[in-house]
C-alpha cells in the first residue's frame, strides 16, 4: 500500500502570505491519479485540484497544484480568510485509494 | 451535475450494524463509481471502498474486509454502506463520494456514533 505523508502538520500564516503544502508518497504514484481537498470544520471535503495540477470547477486561481512521481505539492499564492482550514492529499493506485493525513493552515 | 444526500445521524450499541444511504440525483446510479470514505472525531479521511469501474466488482480496504457491505438499488439511485460489529471506533462521519479519477461530489456525512 502506498503511505501518503504530508508537512508540515500545520502551518501558521498570516492572510495575504503564500503558502507551500507537501505531499510524499512511499512510492511513485501516478500523476493522473493525484487529488488535493480543503476540509473545513463541519463540512464534507471539497476537491481542489486533481491530475496533480488540474483546478477543479469554481476553485480560484491562487490555488495550484505541482510535482509528479513521489513528491507533490499545493501553493496557495496569497491566503484569503476562507482558504484557512485542513488539506488533504490523496491517490489511486493497483485498486487502492490512500489519503494523507492532512496539513492544518491556520491563522497566525 | 451530480448531487449527494446521505441519511441522518445514527446511535448504535457496540455489536450492532448499521447502514448508511446515499441517495444520488442529476445523474444515475450506473453511470457512476460509488465509494465511502470515513472520517473518526479530530482525524483525517480514511478510505473504506467502492466499485472499482476497472474490474467492475465492489472493492474494499483491507480493513473493512469481511465486516463491510457496499451495495446499490438502482431502482432508486441509492448507495448503501452497511458496517457490522460496531465498535467505539467505528465512531465517525461516513461519507459518500463519486470516483471520476478522484473524489468529486461528496455527500454531506453521516454521524455514527456507537456508544454503550
Known amino acids: 500500500e502506498i503511505v501518503l505523508t504530508q508537512s508540515p502538520g500545520t502551518l501558521s500564516l498570516s492572510p495575504g502570505e503564500r503558502a507551500t503544502l507537501s505531499c510524499r508518497a512511499s512510492?511513485?504514484?501516478?500523476?493522473?491519479?493525484l487529488a488535493w481537498y480543503q476540509q473545513k470544520p463541519g463540512q464534507a471535503p471539497r476537491l481542489l485540484i486533481y491530475g496533480a495540477s488540474s483546478r477543479a470547477t469554481g476553485i480560484p486561481d491562487r490555488f495550484s497544484g505541482s510535482g509528479s512521481g513521489t513528491d507533490f505539492t499545493l501553493t496557495i499564492s496569497r491566503l484569503e480568510p476562507e482558504d484557512f482550514a485542513v488539506y488533504y492529499c490523496q491517490q489511486y493506485g493497483s485498486s487502492q485509494f490512500t489519503f494523507g493525513p492532512g496539513t492544518k493552515v491556520d491563522i497566525k | 451535475q451530480v448531487q449527494l444526500v446521505q441519511s441522518g445521524a445514527e446511535v448504535k450499541k457496540p455489536g450492532a450494524s448499521v447502514k448508511v444511504s446515499c441517495k444520488v440525483s442529476?445523474?444515475?446510479?450506473?453511470?457512476?463509481?460509488m465509494h465511502w470514505v470515513r472520517q473518526a472525531p479530530g482525524k483525517g479521511l480514511e478510505w473504506m471502498g467502492g466499485?472499482?469501474?476497472?474490474?467492475?466488482?465492489?472493492i474494499y480496504a483491507q480493513k473493512f474486509q469481511g465486516r463491510v457491505t457496499m451495495t446499490e438499488d438502482t431502482s432508486t439511485d441509492t448507495a448503501y454502506m452497511e458496517l457490522s460489529s460496531l465498535r467505539s471506533e467505528d465512531t465517525a462521519v461516513y461519507y459518500c463520494a463519486t470516483w471520476v479519477g478522484w473524489f468529486d461530489p461528496w455527500g454531506q456525512g453521516t454521524l455514527v456514533t456507537v456508544s454503550s
Open positions: 512510492q511513485s504514484v501516478s500523476s493522473s491519479y
Open positions: 442529476g445523474y444515475t446510479l450506473t453511470e457512476l463509481s
Open positions: 466499485f472499482d469501474p476497472e474490474d467492475g466488482e465492489t
